[in-house]
Structure formats: C-alpha cells, structure tokens
C-alpha cells in the first residue's frame, strides 16, 4: 500500500474525501476520521475525535483501557492534545485494501460505541468474569 493506493480507495468508497497524498479526512455517519501517513517511516494511522479529555470521567477512561484489552479489537483509544480518540495504526506498505475498509469501520464503531459498548465489532475476548460465569 502508499498513499495513491490510498488515495485511489478513499475516492471509491467515500464521496466527501478532503486532502491528498498522506493526510485525508472525510465524515462517515456524523464522525470526522482522519488518516494520516508517512511512506519514508512506513507508517500509517486511522483516527477520530470522540471527546476533549477534560470531559472524562474516570470510569470512562477506565472502560476505554479495559475495552483496549477486551473490545476495541485492531483499535485502541487513546489520548493526545486533550482529545480522546479511537485510533488505528498499522504498517503502511503491507496494508491491503480489506485491511483499510476494516480499519474505516472499526474507527467509526470504536468512536460511535464510545459511552456504551466501547467497542470496535461483534467480536471480543472474554474478561475473567465472563470466563467465570462459563464455568458455572
């Protein structure tokens, strides 16, 4: 993957695409993602903006590190400039196109489910608790 890979993509699958070669944005649903890339470091990364940190409660920021572990799957939240964000990194030149449309959904549901579910897809690993509750 590079960026005209990208840029190619972007243009196929979203119609309000702003930006070029390493830093787009667009809105999907009612979120603003971002993706940002560095082709000389081989880096990439999917964002969005879900709330100003200053707004969290602690059981928030606490749910968002446990759903790091558990539900937020290929996603992380994660904070930077008083912004919490729901953030997808990855390797830019081994990215597949399947890989950059998963990325897009997760970020979206990752931000969308912040508040409740706090998660990325269907799919999550079991806490302990829910390990427990199987065995009985």
């Not at 890339?37 to 059981?59: C, G, Q, S, Y």
């Not at 759903?67 to 930077?80: E, G, M, R, V, W």
Request: aromatic residues 10%; charged residues 20%; negative net charge.
């Amino acid at each position: 993957m590079n960026n005209k890979q990208l840029d190619t993509i972007f243009h196929t699958l979203i119609d309000n695409v702003k930006g070029n070669h390493g830093h787009w944005q667009f809105i999907l649903g009612d979120t603003q993602l971002i993706c940002l890339t560095d082709e000389l470091h081989n880096r990439m990364r999917f964002m969005a903006p879900i709330i100003e940190t200053d707004k969290l409660t602690p059981d928030e920021i606490n749910k968002c590190l446990e759903a790091n572990f558990h539900t937020a799957l290929d996603i992380k939240y994660a904070i930077s400039d008083g912004i919490l964000w729901s953030v997808f990194m990855h390797p830019l030149k081994e990215l597949t196109e399947r890989q950059v449309e998963d990325a897009i959904q997760q970020v979206y549901a990752g931000a969308q489910n912040f508040g409740s579910s706090y998660s990325s897809s269907n799919l999550y690993f079991p806490t302990k608790q829910d390990r427990k509750n199987n065995l009985n």
